[in-house]
């Protein structure tokens, strides 16, 4: 398996624009979490999905930021409009289900608002 | 609610010498515990992890973590370090009446000096 794949690995925009963060998480896995990484803040989860459904989306830090998962294969976080504060590292991971399980994390989107 | 708390922020050891990273927790029911590695400009990669059974967890790259109940801790350590385990670590707690959602702790810089 490939893995968990995001795209764009780094997005430069400017204030004000849309951002939108792709993920494709392993085949097979019933949850998907979506996760924010600055120096100041750490690793910060936003929302977390099992399967297809949001479930808790109380990290999402306002309204200006929407998590979209149409089909088990597919999620994406978009922010509109983008703040220079937004400039982070986000990343996307999966775990199968059951309680014991760990989550693979992708690469990351290295994420810059200017 | 379920927190994690890794007490220093940065771990500085000689090669070759034993490392210890700290972790303590704190959940309501039994916790399930993991320890996850994070390389410069990578996602995080699951090292091992404790559901049950043994106290002492083995793991990749010759980590092992014990954990203790009655200190709710779960150190990980390993018995000669390697430069090349120079990178951020974080443990992470979920419990058990929460299926889907872990918490991760705000992670350890570990540098590994020749």
């Known amino acids: 398996d490939a893995g968990v794949i995001q795209s764009p690995r780094h997005e430069v925009t400017e204030m004000g624009q849309e951002v939108t963060l792709r993920c494709k998480p392993i085949s097979g896995h019933d949850y998907l979490f979506w996760y924010r990484q600055t120096m100041m803040r750490g690793l910060e989860l936003l929302i977390y999905f099992n399967n297809n459904v949001p479930i808790d989306d109380s990290g999402m830090p306002e309204d200006r930021f929407s998590a979209k998962m149409p089909n088990a294969s597919f999620s994406t976080l978009k922010i509109q409009p983008s703040e220079p504060r937004d400039s982070a590292v986000y990343f996307c991971a999966s775990s199968s289900i059951g309680k014991t399980n760990e989550q693979f994390f992708g690469p990351g989107t290295r994420l810059t608002v200017l | 609610a379920q927190s994690v708390a890794q007490p220093e922020d940065q771990v500085n050891v000689a090669e070759g010498n034993p490392l210890t990273v700290k972790c303590t927790y704190s959940v309501s029911g039994n916790p399930y515990l993991f320890w996850y590695v994070q390389y410069p400009n990578r996602g995080l990669q699951f090292l091992l992890k404790?559901?049950?059974?043994?106290?002492l967890v083995k793991g990749s790259y010759g980590f092992e973590a014990e954990f203790n109940k009655s200190q709710t801790s779960f150190h990980l350590k390993k018995p000669s370090a390697l430069v090349s385990d120079s990178a951020l670590y974080f443990c992470a707690v979920r419990d058990n009446t929460n299926a889907g959602k872990s918490t991760f702790g705000d992670g350890t810089t570990l540098t590994v000096k020749p």
């Open positions: 404790y559901i049950t059974g043994d106290n």
